[in-house]
């Protein structure tokens, strides 16, 4: 068996050269911006926070905080498959895993069932799904690379 060894030069200018590439000060933000408002003016991150923390009349739904506890562990991988599949662009990877778990927190909004919605609230929307009203928080799921 071979073993191929690299002068420490070698590896710190290949090391300088994909840090480089990937970038500093990138950053991924997913959830509701400033911009998604209903019709009335209501910020949607407004309403998502009331449904993820709930208040006097509205149980916890936390779909943010599931999104994080049922998927984090994959970020990891999933960054590095998009770092790989981009040419190490930061920007790039950050784009494609911002997608993914943009996603991942639909699905939590989309298959939370419980708490249920009170009886008086099924009726009035005419069905069980409890962070769906309009779809509109739904379809709010964004994200930035900034």
């Known amino acids: 068996m071979a073993v191929k060894l690299f002068k420490l030069d070698t590896v710190r200018r290949a090391l300088t050269t994909l840090v480089d590439k990937v970038g500093g000060q990138t950053e991924l933000q997913v959830g509701f ?6 019709q009335d003016g209501t ?7 009331y449904n993820e923390f709930g ?6 739904r936390p779909f943010m905080r599931n999104t ?10 999933l960054m590095g498959a998009a770092l790989k ?3 190490y662009s930061a920007h790039n990877a950050l ?21 249920p919605n009170a009886p008086a609230t099924v009726r009035e929307k005419g ?11 739904l379809n709010s799921v964004s994200y930035e690379v900034k």
């Open 68 to 77: 994080i506890a049922h998927n984090r562990e994959n970020w990891g991988p």
């Open 33 to 38: 911006f400033e911009d998604a408002k209903y």
């Open 55 to 60: 208040t006097d009349t509205i149980p916890p």
């Open 127 to 137: 069905f069980d799904k409890p962070l769906i009203d309009t779809g509109h928080m």
């Open 85 to 87: 599949a981009s040419g």
């Open 95 to 115: 784009n494609m895993a911002g997608e993914k778990i943009a996603t991942q927190m639909q699905r939590e909004i989309t298959d939370m069932k419980s708490p």
């Open 43 to 49: 910020p949607v991150a407004a309403v998502a926070a």
